[in-house]
């Protein structure tokens, strides 16, 4: 297993600089963008399905049965409409955002097609849920678990390191896979924020160049692990602890909320190591270092 540690053969390899090599993406400068993605989710996924359910279930004659028929066609629309723009861009501006290495035209990256499979995943129980004489609750509400669940697997599966049978975004066959979580975001910022190839090339080097950046990518990874299996268990509590009526708000609700929850912790954690790595790079310029008999030997430059 590769290590996400620092080792004496690590730091004979890495370059005597004062800091990482630059991200030059930064969130806040899509704060708008942000803002209005979060709004859009928020209505699509929470506030329209939970209006056209309750009005419909409460000011209309129709059976249950359609009622949640209709009020799930809005669920995932934001997310729907995205996938369409991401193959566009894909296509049509494969020199600027696709992967790194890829030549062919329809070489999507590895976020485009886990976001396909990942629709069909969470279409299917929402059919099989409305799609009876009797509604299947449980399966209607935790339909989001189980997509939890099918996103967690690369998560889990990337652990340890293993030669890729296939492409993977900006990785060939044969490279040692990274952790998934290095695979969403670099296809993330490189195609949905805009950023194109040149940040997928910032991505890899920072990666290749400082190990406390790879231990942050395999924290993160672990993070979402641990999050995937809480809001899994906190959703079963829900589905098959609370009427129906109202277990169907709190459970879109609570998609939200634990997103927020764990980002926002994810954000401290990446803003504490990202400190670590700076203050790192520095002592590390700050020395000269060559292998020696036994191990490393520091010698503090002049």
């Not at 990482?20 to 928020?42: M, R």
């Not at 996938?83 to 861009?89: A, E, F």
């Not at 670590?276 to 590390?284: A, I, Q, S, T």
Request: hydrophobic fraction near 45%.
């Amino acid at each position: 297993m590769n290590s996400p540690f620092p080792s004496p053969a690590t730091l004979e390899r890495t370059p005597d600089r004062k800091e990482p090599p630059p991200l030059s993406f930064s969130p806040w400068t899509k704060t708008c963008s942000i803002i209005n993605c979060t709004l859009a989710l928020l209505f699509f996924d929470v506030l329209l399905p939970c209006l056209l359910y309750y009005v419909l279930q409460y000011v209309t004659n129709l059976n249950e049965l359609d009622v949640l028929g209709i009020a799930c066609l809005s669920l995932g629309l934001g997310e729907l409409m995205e996938l369409p723009v991401r193959g566009y861009r894909l296509v049509k501006h494969r020199q600027r955002y696709g992967p790194l290495g890829s030549e062919g035209k329809w070489e999507f990256d590895s976020l485009f097609w886990y976001y396909s499979a990942a629709t069909i995943v969470a279409i299917i129980p929402y059919v099989l849920a409305t799609d009876q004489d009797n509604p299947i609750y449980w399966l209607f509400l935790y339909t989001p678990g189980i997509l939890t669940g099918f996103c967690a697997l690369p998560l889990i599966i990337t652990i340890i390191p293993f030669p890729l049978p296939f492409r993977i975004s900006s990785d060939a066959k044969g490279v040692r896979c990274k952790p998934a979580v290095y695979y969403v975001v670099e296809d993330f910022i490189a195609v949905d924020a805009g950023q194109g190839r040149s940040f997928r090339e910032e991505w890899r080097a920072r990666y290749d160049a400082s190990p406390i950046f790879r231990k942050l990518i395999w924290e993160m990874n672990l993070w979402w692990i641990l999050g995937c299996g809480v809001f899994m268990g906190a959703l079963a509590g829900v589905t098959w602890g609370v009427e129906f009526a109202i277990a169907y708000g709190v459970s879109l609700a609570l998609i939200f909320i634990w997103i927020g929850v764990w980002a926002l912790l994810s954000w401290g954690w990446v803003r504490w190591r990202l400190r670590l790595e700076r203050e790192w790079f520095l002592e590390r310029a700050s020395k000269k270092y060559r292998t020696g008999n036994g191990g490393v030997v520091i010698s503090t430059s002049s």
